[in-house]
């Protein structure tokens, strides 16, 4: 090629070479542009009913959850590991139980298939809180915490060997003022150790003064805890209770409105209601059963002798499920054992399960298969007796009583609370998805031991520990719930 040819081509040779240069650059550069790939999550609940207590939130959503916590709430389709079809169904927060004496692995698994999330002892309680959470180091199905309980304390410094419950001096000596300055080192110990309340149970420690359940106030007041009491039962119970928060300033969970309030459920709660009027933080629960349970020997039986013989039949022998007689009961509580007293109507439940103050709790307590139905149906009773079946509480306030009342009465103490009981962005992954149309329970007086229906799958953490109706054996994310001040 001659010189001339070479210098007539150039410009064309030098041009393709620029867009050559050129179309790399822009593949390179549309590379570097590109969408970032979609998010994909652990786990995402798609088409179900988001419903939200503290946010108000209602309406088809999905939920995507990553590492534990909820990371997305969206209408738009999520990507997940794992996408769980739940349309048609209810996605709520997990449900948290205040009163769960039940705190065993056994126990767990049947309230977990109940919806329960986080399972709580804050009335009885425990006398030692370090050996209470170490004992339960490793995980369970479902998250717990501990109350450091005024009962075992007061067994401890009185040397009362009863069983879960005093049946010795704890119930009948009053304490001097060593052993209540004793009990209440015992107690700040508690509480320092991470204790989540101070609990009472008065109504089986009959002996002990008004001076000595107001100084366990005080010192609960001074580490920022709450009390959860078992008053002494009646108006007065109640009242000794109230005067409690009004002269010490102490936050008071009254237990079992329903059982303590009895055929005067209504006034029981006014008289809350009326507390709370007064600027004093007093609250409480109920549970939706017409029959309680303890321990026969127990204080609450200590008058069994002057009863007519009628008043033996309406309690039931736990372990054998037969009604009592004067020769029963006395045989029995010489021995001492779990026992169902049929003591109340439905009338006086739906007194205390819809007065706007109440919140869900169980009192539950299923040890070898046996115990009360409560102990594993009183959340899907609430959802499907009290909500679809009467419409004596709509659906969202029932989970308002079950889900976000209960987190926001801890939180102050228990900061880890601040991220249950509700869905939203940021909070832990603790959720309870069920069918509003089947959720019942199944549990009975003579067989306690049926989960529910209708709870379909359940979240703790993050992980999917009920699915589609079914335990997942060996799923144990739950974590302590534990005040770290």
């Given at each position: 090629?001659?010189?001339d040819?070479?210098?007539?081509?150039?410009?064309?040779?030098?041009?393709?070479q620029?867009v050559?240069?050129l179309?790399?650059?822009f593949?390179?550069?549309?590379?570097?542009?590109?969408p970032?790939?979609?998010?994909?999550y652990?786990v995402v609940?798609s088409?179900?009913r988001?419903?939200?207590?503290?946010s108000?939130?209602d309406g088809?959503?999905?939920v995507?959850?990553?590492?534990?916590?909820?990371?997305?709430i969206?209408?738009?389709?999520?990507?997940?590991e794992?996408?769980i079809d739940?349309?048609?169904?209810v996605v709520?927060?997990?449900?948290?139980?205040l009163?769960?004496?039940?705190?065993t692995d056994?126990?767990?698994?049947f309230?977990?298939r109940?919806?329960?999330?986080t399972a709580?002892?804050?009335?009885?309680g425990?006398?030692?809180?370090?050996?209470?959470?170490?004992?339960?180091?490793?995980g369970?199905?479902?998250?717990?915490g501990?109350?450091?309980?005024h009962?075992?304390?007061r067994m401890i410094?009185?040397?009362?060997r009863?069983?879960w419950?005093p049946?010795?001096?704890?119930t009948t000596e009053?304490a001097?003022?060593?052993?209540i300055d004793?009990?209440?080192r015992?107690?700040g110990e508690?509480?320092a150790?991470g204790a989540v309340a101070v609990?009472?149970?008065i109504?089986?420690?009959?002996a002990?003064?008004?001076?000595?359940f107001?100084t366990?106030?005080?010192v609960?007041?001074?580490?920022g805890?709450?009390?959860?009491?078992?008053?002494?039962?009646?108006?007065e119970?109640?009242?000794?209770?109230?005067?409690?928060a009004?002269?010490t300033g102490?936050s008071?969970?009254?237990?079992h409105?329903?059982s303590s309030?009895g055929a005067n459920?209504h006034?029981f709660?006014?008289?809350?209601?009326a507390a709370?009027?007064e600027?004093?933080?007093?609250?409480t629960e109920?549970?939706?059963?017409?029959?309680?349970?303890t321990?026969?020997?127990s204080?609450l039986f200590?008058d069994?002798?002057?009863w007519d013989?009628?008043?033996?039949?309406?309690?039931q022998?736990?372990?054998t499920g037969?009604?009592?007689n004067?020769?029963s009961?006395?045989?029995y509580?010489?021995?001492?054992?779990?026992?169902?007293?049929?003591?109340?109507?439905e009338?006086?439940?739906?007194a205390?399960?819809?007065h706007?103050?109440?919140?869900?709790?169980s009192?539950?307590?299923?040890?070898n298969?046996r115990g009360?139905p409560r102990?594993?149906g009183?959340y899907a009773?609430v959802?499907?007796r009290?909500v679809r079946?009467?419409?004596?509480?709509?659906?969202?306030?029932?989970?308002?009583?079950?889900?976000?009342a209960?987190?926001?009465r801890?939180?102050?103490?228990?900061?880890?609370?601040t991220?249950?009981?509700?869905i939203?962005?940021?909070?832990?992954?603790d959720?309870?998805?069920?069918?509003?149309?089947?959720?019942?329970?199944?549990?009975t007086y003579?067989e306690?031991d049926?989960?529910s229906?209708?709870?379909?799958y359940?979240l703790?953490?993050?992980?999917?520990v009920?699915d589609?109706?079914?335990l997942v054996?060996?799923?144990?994310?739950g974590?302590?719930?534990?005040?770290?001040?």
């Amino acid at each position: 090629m001659t010189r001339d040819a070479q210098e007539s081509i150039s410009p064309f040779f030098i041009s393709g070479q620029v867009v050559r240069c050129l179309v790399l650059f822009f593949i390179l550069a549309a590379g570097g542009c590109a969408p970032e790939a979609e998010e994909t999550y652990d786990v995402v609940l798609s088409g179900g009913r988001v419903m939200d207590p503290a946010s108000g939130m209602d309406g088809v959503r999905n939920v995507g959850i990553r590492g534990g916590s909820i990371a997305m709430i969206s209408d738009d389709e999520l990507a997940g590991e794992r996408v769980i079809d739940v349309a048609g169904l209810v996605v709520a927060p997990g449900f948290i139980d205040l009163h769960e004496h039940g705190q065993t692995d056994e126990a767990y698994r049947f309230m977990v298939r109940d919806g329960v999330t986080t399972a709580l002892e804050l009335e009885v309680g425990t006398g030692n809180i370090a050996e209470w959470y170490t004992a339960r180091d490793g995980g369970q199905v479902v998250n717990y915490g501990v109350s450091i309980g005024h009962i075992p304390v007061r067994m401890i410094v009185m040397e009362d060997r009863g069983e879960w419950l005093p049946s010795g001096l704890a119930t009948t000596e009053p304490a001097s003022p060593e052993q209540i300055d004793e009990m209440a080192r015992l107690i700040g110990e508690g509480l320092a150790q991470g204790a989540v309340a101070v609990g009472f149970g008065i109504a089986y420690t009959p002996a002990a003064t008004v001076e000595e359940f107001e100084t366990m106030l005080r010192v609960g007041l001074d580490h920022g805890s709450g009390a959860h009491i078992h008053t002494r039962g009646g108006m007065e119970g109640l009242a000794e209770a109230i005067a409690g928060a009004r002269n010490t300033g102490a936050s008071v969970h009254v237990v079992h409105s329903n059982s303590s309030g009895g055929a005067n459920s209504h006034e029981f709660l006014e008289m809350i209601q009326a507390a709370r009027s007064e600027g004093l933080d007093v609250t409480t629960e109920a549970y939706p059963y017409e029959a309680s349970a303890t321990r026969i020997e127990s204080a609450l039986f200590d008058d069994w002798e002057t009863w007519d013989d009628e008043q033996f039949e309406i309690h039931q022998w736990v372990a054998t499920g037969e009604r009592l007689n004067r020769e029963s009961f006395g045989r029995y509580r010489a021995e001492g054992g779990s026992i169902i007293s049929h003591s109340r109507t439905e009338e006086m439940t739906l007194a205390a399960i819809s007065h706007p103050l109440t919140m869900i709790a169980s009192d539950g307590k299923l040890e070898n298969g046996r115990g009360h139905p409560r102990s594993t149906g009183s959340y899907a009773k609430v959802l499907g007796r009290y909500v679809r079946e009467l419409g004596v509480l709509d659906l969202m306030d029932a989970l308002r009583r079950m889900t976000i009342a209960p987190a926001e009465r801890l939180q102050q103490r228990a900061h880890s609370m601040t991220q249950k009981g509700r869905i939203r962005m940021g909070s832990d992954a603790d959720l309870t998805i069920f069918n509003p149309d089947t959720v019942i329970d199944r549990s009975t007086y003579t067989e306690p031991d049926v989960p529910s229906e209708g709870i379909e799958y359940v979240l703790v953490n993050g992980v999917v520990v009920v699915d589609e109706g079914e335990l997942v054996e060996g799923a144990r994310p739950g974590k302590p719930i534990r005040s770290l001040r």
